[in-house]
């Protein structure tokens, strides 16, 4: 049996390149000052003799895995993979790795953070998921910390937090719906122990108790298709049912648009409003048309990926929200009879 050989070494690369070793890590470091003409012959050398740089060896030199895992607290939900395309290319860009976990009716992602603690990571994108403080006090005693992505964990203060304006979108959206002329207006909550979920619902109730108007109907669709289908059929059954429905976010919202017009015959706009929040792509298809309250999805993955340039200092950045606008659409305006 021959003698498996020993992979090509950066001392090779400058031998080759005829550089300095301090010249190869700089070519293979994004960022790094080095001359073009410096890192082509490099690249060169590397090519030639198969180099691949070690990332383990290298982590451990400068104590950095370059890693960030990432979880995902509802993967159906189109927000969110769009949301983590627009990360990974962010942090690509930048040299960094990820490690992405998606979760499925967990209401934690402490078995997931558990794994990735494992895998040495630098940080932890938490997206619309959260911890328990068991597991918080757990990462940061091994020095990871962690981003929670559009939905902050229950004792908020002492975390990063990068949200959208919850709170105010749901009094925009109710303010929308009231001078649209609706008035028996019903909420569709996703899960019950969702901030984003509480903050919409607190905002679009304070709106209406201001105007002298009736609390809304609650029902749970649990941020699921399913979910939203059965909380719909339940609202459109009530007698009188309500006017106009406001989903705790679209991906609600367009199965309940559907349930109203294909099983309950309603003419959207006219004898029912319904909308939603985050305004993903499928929204503004002519379709559903949907009237919702944007999360500027651009602007919060730049925040986070800014925030990602120093895992160490996260913890300075407390809760950080984003501005977003309501978008309105055919969902919920009057039409002319």
Known sequence: MSKRQSPPSAHDVARVAGVSQAAVSRAFTPGASIADATKEKVFRAAKAL???????????????????GVIIG??????????????????????????????????????????????????????????????????????????????????????????????????????????????????????????????????FTAYLKTRGLPAPEIEIGHFQRQGAIEAARRLLALKPRPDAILCAN???????????????????????????????EQASWPSFDLTTFSLPLQKLIDTVGDMLQSPRDLDRHGHTIIEGELKIRGSTERRKS
């Open 74 to 203: 509802n993967p159906r939900n189109p927000l969110f993979m769009t949301a983590l395309d627009m990360l990974l290319a962010r942090l690509s860009k930048e040299g960094k790795h990820c490690l992405v976990f998606t979760l499925d009716n967990e209401s934690t992602a402490d078995a997931h953070v558990e794994n990735l603690l494992k895998f040495r990571v630098d940080a932890l994108v938490l997206v619309a998921t959260t911890l328990t403080p068991k597991l918080v006090e757990q990462c940061r005693t091994e020095g990871v910390r962690a981003i929670f992505l559009s939905r902050k964990p229950r004792n908020g203060k002492d975390f990063t937090v990068v949200t959208g304006n919850n709170k105010d979108g749901g009094q925009q959206m109710a303010e929308h719906l009231v001078q649209q002329g609706y008035r028996r207006l019903a909420f569709m909550a996703g899960r019950t122990e969702s901030s984003t979920t509480r903050d919409r619902e607190a905002g």
């Open 50 to 68: 198969g180099y691949r740089p070690n990332l383990i060896a290298r982590s451990l030199i400068k104590g950095e895995s370059g890693i960030i």
């Open 250 to 280: 679209d991906y609600m919202a367009i199965a309940t648009l559907e349930i109203a017009r294909f099983e309950f015959g309603l003419e959207i706009g006219r004898e029912i409003g319904i909308a939603g929040f985050d305004d993903i």
